[in-house]
């Protein structure tokens, strides 16, 4: 425990940013780019919610853009990744088309989840996207279970099992970190600790706030990390992928980012001082911040940020029009998806039409 | 009496009873600091202070077992979760350990929790989001589950639950916090758990509901009086225990009868409903008692697929004249 | 055909869908060195190895969980819950998640799991050890549930479970372990899920039922015999989905109906079965359709108390006698 | 972390047996005089068992003499007490008669829960015994209300929270330790490590095995305690529950033992050595242990110990009588304490009535 203690100690703090000289410009562009791709995604998609274009529940990833381009930046396409419900960036990082990103939230039949899910609920089979999960902690024994199998089945990769801060205070968290460890199962649990569960600080949560010390209940091995730096999230999160899928070794990385806006597109907020929470916003922004450093490093300069800046402007305006121009799901398939397994006495399209028949009638 | 909202109904009641008892205290997620996801317990936290209006750590299992806990000591929890669908997290203690502690320690300890919850959907919350399960709970004896429909009922069946000395779980609805109605500013005004209620006298068939399904009845026989259609309206009020005698004397009187639920079909509170009616009713029904109920499916998100899988008005107006159509039997 | 337990054609079975598979694997608590709480798994760890037949620690919600994410990715887990009373701790996992992946996500991911567990009461196990929830899950669009009442349909039902690409809850019985019958030993043998089966031909009134209680209602009609009533057992097999068409049919040709369930009486499985009947059967009825269920209240210890709280065949008797008294409606 | 652990390991060894010099006699007298009426009792119920005048599940504590006797020797009035199924020992040494627990094996009317519990469901409200709770983990978030309750009324006692080591595992576990060490609660959780959960050994089960530790995630102190010594699990006990009282500090105790039979009667205890159990029930009984150290100080002699044996066994032989002639409960009362507030359209007396009515005619 001491020694285990003592090397997360130094991990936290080798974790700090890094100089670019040893990275490849291009590969710093395209995180740029992709880091406001998410960004204007998500003001957009605040937007169109205001306009009554999404409907449910809404959560952004506004300030936790770096976070999610470095996790994804040092994953294989072995890899699966679930998540919770805060969850638009994470797909589209993973290479999802924002179009069809946009669709689901629109909640259009050529959505990522065909219509069915929205928001909370996104999903990309062919990108081992397996889900955002609405219910907190229910995306945990979940991944564990993808991480059994790819370790039951021999196969390479690592199940990365994302959440929020709050959730490493409920039971799930408990059951399924004793699973990972005790099995010795590839699984990654990161934290995206924005230091909020909606209104409830870490610390009014936790009684031990130091997140990642908290496998210390299972002897799992944990980190902390800027989550406001694209290339330390990145690396942090090869080195314990590596570690995770060759040596069985799961671990906890707590990755701590500021939350832009409220809880979700409704939450006005008002339990945070809006003044602090603007200073803060101009600390910790990613974008802005990665922008100065590739900036300084002459990677980038003022003419490629605009140029930059207009194509994801046009990429998020085509993502929304594509969402616009795509049908609804017809009501005649209410009943697809039911089963995987066809079974009788379980209602069908027949059904379905007849429901969409009386619609006609009005419901 | 003056007319408030069905929100504010809550939370004057909370207010209340927190002022009366100092057993009493509020325990939930967001509920404080942040006014409560709903904003039912807006307010409170500043006016009896964090030890009486408790922000908990996301663990449901945790602080509902914990509130039963500390009402076992003589403290009166209420508690929120956030909606019902994370109830599920919390299910073992309500049922394996709150329903049953006075029962099977032979009377040596009381419950007197109440855990308040909104059921059902609104908007577009989807699959996760807009599930009914007051049914599970109205299956297990030791518990008392209320839903009521409107401001009025809201008050009297919350002050109640809180002074009962049992587990009751109060089920609120989304689409009601905003709805409006007449409710008596009197201190001791109550209503009786386990006694439903006439809405609305009729004489040509019998609808019966509970929470937002009977706002949608109302309605509907209103507008179906103008085409002579006579609807009585028994709103349930109690799923447990269940007040068969209301019902069945309305049906003796009626003939006929639909239930309205916004749960799923199969296996839901309509169910128990037919079946208690065609077994203390059988001779004086002329008609099948219809059901309108949620059609079975993980609510899809998309609008139009939602739309079309929640019960509404129109589909009650089918049941009704469906079971209206249903000739006399000696006629056959 | 050789005659075997329950409890051996369910082992069978696991047995050979272990060695078929490679992608089956067994998960629960003491289902390997222990060689299962009810030795349903006796001898299959040694068999198959602990890679394939896993003990798991105390973590319900944990292993039910996994077991759903590694159906996501190509296994195909059986999952034992040592009870049923166990499941509360996991049940957020089996219908917040596994019962709504395959649609929620658009068709995109599927969820081959099994969840096997015994419901009901023997013996004195009391109140948190003796309960029934099989009628809540039966309420969940997205899972299957099965209850088998002999080891024919053991076998055949849990083949086919294993096989189905969707997560199935099969529904065990204590007190049926013990219980014989012919068991098919042909490899491709299998039963379809959804389909009730009419155990027993009669005239004079339908008895519904399903696992362990279909036995009584079996005994109950070989009884009646001798007095000249014939009765008809519809043993629905599949509690989701639900067989109509086969109680119906039986109800239209003998116009009355009997259901026996070892489940709370309120808002149990029987509430459907009379809901549905009244609903499809109305003017072939000739009485009400008659519940047999379990006494509303805590399962107490006490062996009087105990007993007198559990439906049995003479309960059956006497509720076929109420129905079969019920006159012909055109009579009155 | 570091601190509190080297701490920890001290306190665990400070733990070890202490001399009886500077122990009342009449005290240590009575110690073993309530450690033997555990045993008896236990061996007396299996006996009643295997007559079947005791029915569904039934779990002794043979083997846990020791700890059962110095956790209540420890405790003051005001405290409360929460346990898990197996509990028969806990009850009658925390005060209760054992004529009223063996009726209540018995199921009569007379028994610690009226014959409605049976053996996993025992309660005595004056004692303050809140309950053996036959759910894994479900005593823990009920203890941590109970807690809660004490500080909200400012009233003074802990609450003691027995569990066994494979409890550690299950979610009620993290999320009762978090509260109760956010909120600063008077809780020891108090886990009777008799190295088993039924089959499953605690290696199997937990992936920290030193359980004692598993607080590290709460910030939570934890011991380690010889639980075949009554003196060092009372002691510990007192110190711990002192710290709990005054300084709101909640705190793990892992008391070990050795389970002498199977899980429970029915457990034919197979998957263990039957050998290697035969060695360690010599090796660790507790009673045997305790009486030899309080013949060697000279304490009591073989006289007394005889005495003593036939006292208890007249004791046991009284609460077997006491059971046996004691009368069921009524049918007609099966629908009493249905609720604690009257309630209309429940079942009363008259329904009951109708039932046992009907059960004449057989049920
Ligand atoms: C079991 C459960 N309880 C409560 C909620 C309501 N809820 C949704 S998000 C949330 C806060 C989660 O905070 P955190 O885990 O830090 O994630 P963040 O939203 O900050 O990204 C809560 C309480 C839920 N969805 N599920
Ligand atoms: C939630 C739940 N899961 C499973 C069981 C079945 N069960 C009863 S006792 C037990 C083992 C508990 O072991 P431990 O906590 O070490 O206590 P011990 O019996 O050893 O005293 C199990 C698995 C249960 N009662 N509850
Ligand atoms: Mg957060
Ligand atoms: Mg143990």
Known sequence: MTKATKAQQARAAENGRRDLASEDPEQLKHYYHQMLLLRVFEERTS??????????????????EATIVGLMAALTPDDYIFTNYREHGYVIARGADPGAVMAELFGKETGV???RGGSMHLFDAAKHFMGGYAIVGGQLPLATGAAYALKYQGKPGVVVCQMGDATTNIGAWHESLNLAALWKLPALFFIVNNGYGMGTTVEEGSAEP????????????????????????????????QRAEQEGEPAIMDVISFRFRGHSVIDADRYRDAEEVKRERARQDPVLLFAQKLTEAGIVDDAWLKETADRVKREVQEAIDFADKSPDPKIEELFDFMYATPVPNTPG???AAAIAEQIGGGR | MPVITYRQALNDTLGEELARDPNVLLMGEEIGKFQGSYRITEGLQSEFGKQRVVDTPIAEEGFVGLATGAAMLGLRPV???????FILVAIDQIVNHASK???????????????RTPSGGVGQLAATHSQSFENWFAYCPGLKVVA??????????????????????????????????????????????GVAEVKRQGTDITVVAYSRMTVIAMQVAQALEKEGISVEVVDLRSLRPLDRTTIIDSVKKTNRAVVIEEDWRSYGIGAEIAATIQEEAFDYLDAPVQRVAGVEVPLPYAAKLSQASKPGAQDLINAIRRALQGGKRWQK
Request: with cysteine; glycine share 8%; proline share 5%.
């Open chain 2, 79 to 85: 508690v929120e979760i956030m909606t019902i669908n």
């Open chain 1, 349 to 351: 399209r027949a059904e």
């Open chain 1, 113 to 115: 989840s065909k219509g």
């Open chain 2, 101 to 115: 502690i006075h029962y099977m320690f032979g009377g040596q300890a009381r419950v007197p929790l109440v855990i």
């Open chain 1, 210 to 241: 130091e997140l990642w010390k908290k496998g210390c209940a299972f002897q799992m091995h944990g980190e902390r990390v800027d989550g406001t730096d694209v290339l330390a999230v990145r690396d942090a999160t090869r080195r314990l992928r």
């Open chain 1, 47 to 64: 937007e169109m919610y205001t306009k009554a274009k999404i409907g449910g529940y809404c959560h952004l990833n506004l300030g936790e």
């Open chain 2, 148 to 193: 009521p429909s409107t401001p009025y009922d809201a008050k009297g069946l919350l002050r109640t639950s809180i002074r009962d000395d049992d587990p009751v779980i109060f089920i609120e609805s989304l689409a009601l916090y905003d709805t409006k109605g007449e409710v008596p500013q009197d201190d001791d005004y109550t209503l009786p758990i």
